[in-house]
């Protein structure tokens, strides 16, 4: 089993839907998990870290359940600037800070 | 921008052969990363310097190593070269006690023939 397995994609969805990405990590113990985006051909950028309690960043809202090793980013009112890759990514327990464990990505099209 | 350059942007070697890329990390920022990441797939981690020392490896052979000099720069070296290697060469950097972001460049992209 991949230690962080994503939904394979790709998604097209309309300007304004509501669209959601699942993740979900083999080692229990992972400690940290945030959400990057890759645009086309560029480098990953940190969306937004991930919390227990769930949070939330304008139209972006990410959860995680520890219990069911999940984590899950929600984008509302899709806009054509939402285009990318998404990454889920964890810091398994026990490695550096800087060792993250990227999942595939999954690829969003937001269409006009 | 992030203030991660890296260099080349991209280049053609033939298997068995040996190449460096570089980066020059984010001021004040003393780790760097480096992850290779194949079409279609996400970065993979290879190895992290901190101090001039390597501070943490993936699973990736010997033929696969790396320097960060003072002024926390860093290169990766690849010898031996695969075809399988062809892929973007991510350098990221970080501060100490920041967790979870790194500030990735554009990347070097590595075709093998």
């Known amino acids: 089993r991949k230690e962080v397995e994503q939904d394979p994609g790709p998604f097209n969805v309309p300007e304004g839907a509501t669209v959601a990405f699942n993740c979900t990590y083999s080692n229990s113990a992972s400690q940290s998990f945030f959400w990057y985006r890759q645009d086309c051909r560029k480098e990953p950028k940190l969306l937004m870290s991930?919390?227990?309690s769930g949070n939330e960043d304008g139209r972006f809202t990410a959860q995680l359940n520890r219990a069911s090793q999940y984590i899950s980013l929600l984008i509302r009112d899709s806009k054509l600037s939402d285009s990318a890759t998404y990454l889920c990514?964890?810091?398994?327990?026990?490695?550096?800070?800087?060792?993250?464990?990227f999942g595939k990505g999954t690829l969003l099209t937001v269409n006009p | 921008e992030t203030g991660v350059t890296q260099s080349p942007t991209h280049l053609i070697k033939t298997r068995g052969q040996q190449v460096t890329l570089r980066c020059s990390s984010q001021?004040?920022?003393?780790?760097v990363s480096w992850y290779q990441q194949a079409l279609g797939q996400g970065p993979q981690f290879i190895f992290q310097?901190?101090?001039?020392?390597?501070?943490g490896r993936g699973n990736f052979p010997p033929r696969f190593s790396g320097l960060q000099f003072p002024n926390y720069s860093s290169e990766l070296n690849v010898n031996a070269l695969e075809l399988d290697d062809s892929a973007l060469y991510l350098c990221?950097?970080?501060?100490?006690?920041?967790?979870?972001?790194?500030?990735f460049g554009e990347g070097s992209r590595l075709t093998v023939l």
């Open positions: 310097y901190y101090r001039e020392e390597e501070n």
């Open positions: 991930v919390y227990s």
């Open positions: 001021s004040g920022h003393n780790t």
């Open positions: 990514v964890v810091i398994p327990s026990g490695g550096s800070n800087y060792k993250l464990t």
């Open positions: 990221a950097s970080s501060l100490t006690g920041d967790t979870g972001e790194l500030f």
